[in-house]
């Protein structure tokens, strides 16, 4: 499997079974077997597996023999125990779900043998299934993951209702006692990450009693629930929340004086919150219109590329496409042989009857010389969109919360719906400085794609100074990404305060910010620490609630409960 699979296929035809073969079968061994008693036998010929589903019963195979349906190409000329995975026959070689290869295959019999009769070994099954073996690793992870969550579901969906009503009390009760719900939440920050290290630590000193073995067989693995019965594992991420603890700390103490204005504002925003409680809901509307921009740009994307007439063709010479191997092949040299091999197939008709029509392959949809051009504006036109959505929700917020910062008689002069006069506003008037704003991020974002276009171009190259001015030119542009959109972020809300055009209000916003940078950067940052803090606490106490619920019952599943923790983690934050 390789390059060579995009453009020409599987040369192995895909075949519907009822059910996956479980047993070892040679063309060979039922070939030897029907000559020496003279007749058809049904038991040779019913696990056969060939084209359209049919098997050597059927009967326009009665009446040939094994030996001429493998030779032109309409049965397999063997087949070997596999199992249904995902809809597919995988080799049983691959059985085991969490990943791992089974070392010894000595059950393969001698017998088996190739359409040229060559014999098939362990060597040719381990080198036609070690792509398979990795997408089996994955799944396999995947699949303990999903038996994780399927087991207890019940407590994930209670603990994300618990999260998301705690989540609004809190914000209801920031409004009135704001500075003690913060301390109360640096408090139990720091008593939740105390907890985990004692229990990281705790999970240490009992791995290390009983995974002495394991450990001195060490070895990499994709599969994370090994990594859980390691005792270093634990003993790694107990030193590193010990470390983040005492940092935490630290930074407290230094900055308990910002920590103060930080609450100020958090107080005030509550309040805002309290008048405005569809902005809580708001950050959905976002998310679905991003959605839809990628479903169009995806959807335009495929239509571009089925651009043109399909190409058809059969294999006149199965034996070059049976025999091409890409590996360790540059891109062009790959390419190039590609094309060798394409030079050597016939156009054919796929509703042809018979043979020509089921060898029949689709290659490509035929160039029209213009697609590449359209696909790289589609991208462009994916970024503006997506970034312009990003502008005019961020927009719309502003001018809700302008309303209220300047609204004399609070809440008598707040109107009645903000967030919907502020997004009627930005339709009306600020349409042009969200698009330009936007424009100006798309840009960088499509030279960053262009750099890492070379970057991966130059991956196989000797040429070391110029991978050094790309990886230069790709942090310059990474940063002027960042302070692009830090720019046009704060000149949204100036367009939506004062109502003036892009440039004036990023001017505006720039020499504003600079002004007072250092307050600006202190007090924004030690506010988002804390509204952090305040979330880790959340999640942190609901966490520990299921996890104590639920211990058991993972374990018993599929001894990786500790892994599925952070999968509750993830979901809840």
Known sequence: MGIAVLQLGCPTPQVCVSECPSAWWSWLTAQTHETAIGRVSAEQRRPMVCLRGRN?????????SIKSLVDDGLCAPFTMPTIDLMGRCMPKLLEDIGGKIVDSLGSVP?????????????????????????????????????????????????????????????????????????????????????FLVIFTFYKYAVLKKETKDIEEKFKLTSDIGYYSQLSTTWLIIGIVSAAILVIVIVLLIWLRERISIAIAIISETSKCIAHMMTTLLFPIVPFLLQLLVLVFCVVTSLYIGSMGKPEMRSAVNQTAIDSLNTS?????????????????????????????????????????????????YTVFMFLWLFNFVDGLCQMTLAGAFASYYFAFNKPKDIPTFPLLASF??????????????????????????????????????????????????????????????????????????????????????????????????????????????????????????????????????????????????????
């Open 328 to 376: 360790g092949m540059s891109e062009a040299e790959a390419k190039a042989k590609i094309d060798s091999v394409l030079n050597q197939l016939t156009p054919c008709n796929p509703n042809a009857a018979g043979t020509e029509g089921s060898i029949c392959r689709f290659i490509k949809y035929g160039d029209d010389g213009f697609s590449v051009y359209m696909q790289m």
């Open 424 to 573: 009627w506003r930005c339709i009306r008037y600020h349409m042009g400085s969200i698009a330009f704003g936007s424009l100006i991020i798309a840009i960088v974002q499509a030279i960053r794609i262009i750099l890492e276009y070379i970057d991966a171009k130059l991956s196989g190259s000797q040429n070391p100074i110029g991978k050094f001015f790309i990886k230069c030119l790709k942090c310059c542009f990474w940063c002027l990404e960042k302070f692009v959109k830090f720019i046009s972020k704060n000149a949204y809300i100036m367009v939506a305060i004062y109502g003036r055009n892009f440039c004036l209000s990023a001017k505006d916003a720039f020499f504003l910010i600079l002004r007072n940078i250092v307050r600006v950067a202190v007090v924004d940052k030690i506010t988002e620490f804390v509204l952090f803090i305040s979330k880790m606490v959340i999640i942190g106490l609901i966490v520990i609630v299921v996890m104590l619920l639920v211990q058991e019952d993972v374990d018993a599943v599929t001894g990786k409960g500790d892994f599925h923790f952070f999968v509750i983690f993830v979901n809840h934050y």
């Open 56 to 64: 050597g019963l059927h009967p326009e195979y009665v009446g040939r």
């Open 110 to 194: 001698s017998n088996i043998t190739a359409g040229n009769n060559q014999t098939v070994g362990t060597g040719e099954l381990r080198s036609g299934t070690a792509v398979m073996s990795k997408f089996v690793k994955v799944y396999g992870f995947l699949q303990s993951v999903f038996q994780d969550v399927v087991k207890t579901w019940p407590y994930i969906l209670t603990g994300f209702i618990l999260a998301v009503l705690l989540s609004l009390l809190w914000v209801l009760l920031l409004r009135f006692v704001a500075r003690i719900m913060v301390i109360t939440a640096i408090v139990g920050f720091v008593f939740v990450f105390v």
